[in-house]
């Protein structure tokens, strides 16, 4: 049941509702943190200070436009994850998580994952089948247990920074279960 979107489609941002009558419960863009458009504004002028050295001073301007574009298309590359929950018409809520998405209806169990446990959920004990989409600056996650006899995906691992109230927008049955233990 579970779908995937066509990685080639003209809007694959999920910001959008899928069909008329949905709507749109929760969302979050993963941007990258701050201090790393500093830290690439710093190298963009190494670089070209660089490139500047007992130069012309087009050698400084050329190179610090190209490196700066490059940069800028880098960073918000890095920062196009969308995480959102969207309820159709029909009341089933779904999760959309970058080009792929999830009905509520398959998840039998869900989890808070805190951030001193990401490393374990991405490590030794992750399954090479389940779903992920995780950045590193990115430092909780939320843990959707599927039972979907036509997908053999056994788990999605999505990061989110606002795990509960991911959890609450998609899966509010279970979301004081899998709140429970969780704690910051």
């Known amino acids: 049941m579970t779908d995937s979107r066509n990685a080639d489609s003209e809007n694959p941002q999920p910001s959008a509702p899928a069909a008329p009558g949905s709507r749109i419960i929760y969302r979050e863009k993963q941007w ?8 690439a504004a710093l190298i963009v002028a190494l670089l070209s200070a660089q490139f500047a050295l007992n130069r012309s001073t087009l050698w400084l301007y050329v190179p610090a436009l190209i490196l700066s574009i490059i940069a ?3 960073l918000l590359r890095m920062s196009s994850t969308v995480i959102a929950v969207e309820e159709d018409a029909d009341g089933t809520r779904w999760l959309l ?29 992750l399954d090479p089948a389940a779903f ?8 909780e996650m939320v843990m959707l247990v599927l039972d979907d006899p036509e997908d053999p995906t056994p788990y999605w691992l999505i990061g989110s920074r606002n795990p509960e109230a991911l959890l609450r927008a998609f899966v509010p049955a279970q979301a004081g279960a899998a709140l429970q233990d969780y704690s910051r």
């Open 132 to 139: 992920v989409v995780s950045h590193g600056w990115v430092p």
């Open 32 to 39: 990258v943190p701050w201090y790393w458009w500093l830290a």
């Open 97 to 125: 998580a970058g080009q792929a998405n999830l009905p509520d209806d398959v998840v039998t169990r869900s989890l808070a994952v805190p951030a001193t446990a990401k490393r374990n959920a991405m490590g030794r004990q």
């Open 72 to 74: 800028v298309w880098l």
